[in-house]
């Protein structure tokens, strides 16, 4: 850091003193005065020791307000002038100041101001009080002449001998002053203006060398605001100004000097901001007194701090020609300080300016609540109830300001309306059937921000309020909704896509993050986003793509040629019944679940089918409002889309059919790509009695002999290429269909395996459910395919999963598991289970299961057979295997093989039987040539004459 020097004549010699750097001197007190012999005997001394007060404030260079200290209440106060000494006037609004009356106040500002003193009265001259003042056992007003700033009076005719004394003392120090010419001796009086501007002024000052104003020890002073109060604040927002308190009116309200950096002193009105004292007015023409509890405290407070203390004033905002702002004290921050102490209220309307945020003085105001300090002597806090603050899921959208949340520990549902927020207005345009065409405004965009951020999650709820019922609303919960740290209502506000309610002053009933609000929409109108746009506010519309039968076809052909196709459920009619928003063709559509039939719900005052409004619940659920992936076959008469639908994977009608809310529609089900799940899952609910099957035992259907006789013949055989790729048992396998979808399965493949090369992880927080598709890696050749979850594992921290186009299952660790893409999705599952035609097999574990199931894989593996289809039951294919280098016939099949080598038996009495008489003819032959040559399990004997 540089210092300069400078040569100064000092009794006609001239001398260089060091100079202090700029910096060091840009809070300048004054330096502890050089100690000069008192002129006081210590007897005076003594006696000035029994009046002590403290300096409040200094109206010029000579006189100053004293107070009481250690007092309780407003302390009184005293005017003393200086005796025997006289400064420099300072100005008005209608005069300017005398030479260097200003600069004079401000040395013995820095001197006394805020510290103790000790003072003798002297005499009265028109009212006033003259004496002296002590500080440090030294005379201020020696001091003073000593540093030039004061004049010495002559002796008045009715002195004293020791007035005379004291008179001619000041006058040999005066005399020294002017010989240094320090103050208002100087010949430099550009060094003394530039003492009480801030270090940027004092610097232009030397560098300018300008002449106006200081050059005269005059300084330049504006006593009313008269320019653009905006732009001032603009220019000035945020940057620390210098500045002196010079009155306060209230608590919360100050005249503050403010000295700046173009050479003036600028007086204004400062409002704290974010804070509100209690009112004090008086001596107001024209206006009544008017000073409200604890209003004189507050003011007491803040002029014991800060009256005529040298302060930075950071500008924040603008009240008409007043301006609202922090004052920045060494001590800390004054506003915080009221608030702590009860003297002062958070002011909503203006806390949201602070430049370092509400946080610090929303929290003193709590403080001061909680220990109910002066204003909030009476205050009583609200009780709160263990309902009104918990966690939950949120499980539909209402509006762009309104959920619904379901307790995570109770399981009540509420509806809740963001606190302090209110939607965006909107217009609706409806046609002549009253439905909507569109929609202009916002609300879609904040029903969409919600539903993308909020449905399906956890969050955080704290119920602010209970807004009273009105014009025919309801009451309504007001709820602070967040999930993880994101206040839902702010992020809204942030966007533009809400305002904030301004609450009134008095109003208790808001937000618990109000500040964070009203912060988040001021700075969405400074940049113009959402409802503070100057653009036109965007219009939604909406076609209806299941509006008739020939709208929908238009729309088929895309859906199909495009795989799945991604939408939004907007409504759910029933279990198997849906009203899908698709964004990508911006329509909306009605979807029905291929392949299963729901119960119906009943409309108002009809009954519902048994488990009607469980499956609705169900669907609910899982899909109101959730991102899904749909997959259309076919269109209805009634304009309707068939298909199949999924969320994150999950094929909703199998799920509903393992919940036993559905039944398989067998004609649909055929012609769906999920046949074999559908028939599956419904395996699944019967077997454990769920929904539907409650009470349900298994039926076999018995072939009619007799119609069968009555001319019934065989039924047409559906022949197909099929390649095992998995056995169960010798009666239980898992066949691929050789057609065109082998070969994209083949293509599949060879992407799977590389977009699984790289070296992605499976996510920290994926967490497969049952029935789940995932990416698995099977353990034997280290490779990725396309598996099922079967069953959890979680004490092995494993899963079982099935490999759906292959068949094969095994038991994998959840670190060789990960999410699938829906590219990898949209191929049908190659495996399909099955079984031998009208034959018994034993399992692997009975007795000569073992022998079938390697004479079955000795038949069979390794080799592309072909296929009779039979039947279908329950999604499984019955059939009848040929291998075409060994049969020549229809009879000649693997099922004959398997029951000749007595490794099966013939079951006639089973459902399709009729129509195949030839073969169970077949099969009967060779079934009793088995049991002839006693061949495995007819080792021992016929084990079917139980059957007969």
Aim: a neutral charge; aromatic letters at 8%; hydrophobic letters at 35%.
């Amino acid at each position: 850091m540089k210092t300069f020097h400078r040569p100064i004549s000092v009794r006609g010699k001239k001398v260089t003193f060091p100079r202090r750097p700029i910096d060091a001197i840009q809070h300048q007190q004054p330096q502890n005065p050089v100690k000069v012999p008192s002129l006081n005997p210590p007897s005076i001394l003594s006696t000035m020791a029994q009046n002590k007060a403290a300096v409040k404030s200094v109206l010029s260079g000579d006189t100053v307000i004293l107070r009481k200290v250690r007092q309780t209440g407003p302390p009184a106060e005293r005017l003393l002038a200086l005796s025997n000494v006289q400064a420099p006037r300072l100005g008005n609004r209608e005069k300017e100041d005398e030479p260097f009356a200003f600069a004079a106040r401000d040395y013995i500002r820095k001197l006394l101001v805020g510290k103790e003193v000790s003072f003798k009265p002297e005499y009265t001259i028109s009212n006033r009080e003259y004496g002296s003042i002590f500080i440090n056992n030294e005379n201020v007003a020696q001091l003073c002449v000593k540093e030039g700033w004061l004049k010495v009076r002559e002796t008045r005719r009715d002195a004293s001998e020791e007035t005379v004394a004291e008179v001619e003392a000041l006058k040999k120090i005066e005399a020294e002053a002017v010989a240094a010419k320090k103050g208002v001796w100087t010949e430099n009086k550009e060094e003394v203006g530039a003492g009480v501007f801030g270090r940027e002024a004092r610097l232009r000052m030397r560098l300018d060398r300008w002449g106006n104003g200081w050059m005269d020890g005059i300084r330049t002073v504006n006593y009313t605001w008269s320019g653009d109060a905006r732009e001032f604040l603009n220019t000035h927002k945020g940057k620390p100004i210098d500045a002196i308190v010079e009155q306060i009116r209230d608590g919360s309200t100050l005249r503050v000097l403010l000295m700046l950096s173009n050479r003036t002193h600028q007086y204004i009105t400062l409002f704290l901001t974010g804070v509100k004292a209690p009112m004090v007015r008086r001596d107001i023409s024209n206006q009544e007194n008017v000073i409200e509890p604890f209003g004189e405290e507050a003011r007491s407070f803040v002029e014991s701090r800060l009256l005529q203390r040298q302060v930075q004033i950071i500008l924040e905002g603008v009240d008409r020609e007043n301006f609202i702002g922090s004052v920045r004290h060494a001590a800390g921050n004054i506003a915080e300080s009221l608030v702590s102490a009860g003297l002062a209220k958070v002011a909503g309307h203006t806390v949201t300016l602070l430049t370092e945020g509400p946080g610090k003085i929303r929290a003193a105001e709590s403080a001061a609540k909680e220990k109910r300090l002066h204003i909030w002597q009476d205050y009583v806090a609200k009780e709160k109830t263990e309902d009104q603050e918990f966690s939950g899921l949120v499980t539909k959208i209402i509006s762009g300001d309104t959920v619904q949340v379901r307790n995570t520990k109770t399981g009540v549902e509420k509806k809740l309306q963001l606190s302090s927020i209110k939607q965006a207005p909107k217009t609706v345009d409806v046609n002549k059937d009253n439905q909507r065409k569109s929609e202009t405004g916002y609300q879609w965009e904040a029903r969409e921000f919600l539903r993308k951020k909020l449905i399906g999650k956890n969050v955080h709820v704290t119920i602010d309020y209970t807004k009273p019922p009105s014009e025919g609303y309801e009451s309504r919960e007001c709820a602070t909704v967040k999930i993880g740290e994101v206040n839902i209502a702010e992020a809204l506000v942030e966007r533009g896509l809400a305002t904030v309610i301004k609450h009134r002053r008095d109003d208790e009933n808001r937000s618990l993050a109000y500040d964070q609000l009203l912060i988040a929409e001021t700075k969405a109108t400074e940049e113009g986003k959402g409802v503070h746009s100057s653009k036109e506010p965007p219009t939604i519309r909406i076609v209806d793509a299941s509006e008739s039968a020939v709208k929908a076809r238009q729309f088929l052909a895309f859906f199909k040629r495009g795989g799945r196709v991604n939408g939004v459920i907007d409504y759910v009619a029933n279990g198997s019944r849906f009203f899908v928003w698709v964004p990508k063709e911006n329509c909306r559509l009605a979807l029905v679940l291929s392949g299963i039939r729901a119960p119906r719900v009943g409309r108002t005052g009809e009954k519902s089918d048994p488990f009607g409004q469980e499956a609705l619940d169900f669907v609910t659920h899982k899909t109101l409002q959730r991102d899904v992936e749909l997959e259309i076959e076919n269109v209805e008469k009634n304009g309707s889309f068939i298909g199949s639908l999924f969320v994150h994977n999950e094929n909703i009608a199998v799920s509903l059919l393992e919940a036993g809310y559905a039944t398989v529609h067998d004609f649909s089900a055929e012609q769906s790509t999920f046949t074999n799940q559908l028939y599956a899952a419904e395996r699944v609910a019967k077997a454990a009695q769920k929904g539907v099957w409650a009470g349900y035992e298994e039926v076999i259907d018995v072939a009619d002999d007799d119609a069968q006789a009555d001319g019934a013949g065989e039924v047409k055989r559906d022949y197909v290429d099929v390649v095992v790729t998995e056995i169960i048992d010798g009666g239980r396998f898992y066949v691929q269909i050789v057609n065109e979808n082998v070969h994209k399965l083949e293509k599949m493949m060879a992407e799977f395996s590389i977009h699984h090369s790289g070296a992605q992880q499976s996510p920290a927080d994926f967490k497969p459910k049952t029935n789940e598709i995932v990416s698995a890696r099977f353990t034997e050749d280290k490779q990725w395919y396309r598996a099922k979850i079967r069953k959890q594992l979680p004490d092995i921290k494993s899963v079982e999963v099935i490999y759906v186009d292959y068949g094969n299952s095994e038991v994998i660790p959840l670190t060789q598991i990960r999410p699938i893409t829906s590219t990898f999705n949209q191929l049908p599952h190659q495996a399909q289970e099955a079984t031998l035609s009208f034959l018994k097999v034993p399992a692997r574990e009975d007795d000569y299961g073992q022998e079938a199931y390697e004479r079955l894989q000795e038949l069979i593996g390794g080799k592309q057979l072909v296929a009779n289809v039979d039947y279908r039951d329950k999604g499984v294919l019955s059939l009848t295997l040929y291998d075409p280098a060994q049969s020549q016939t229809p009879e000649a099949s693997i099922n004959a093989d398997m029951v000749r080598d007595g490794l099966a038996t013939v079951n006639a009495k089973v459902r399709y039987a009729k129509g195949n008489q030839n073969t169970l003819k077949k099969l009967q032959e060779a079934l009793a040539a088995a049991k002839e040559d006693r061949l495995n399990l007819f080792e021992y004997g016929d084990i079917t004459a139980d059957d007969d």
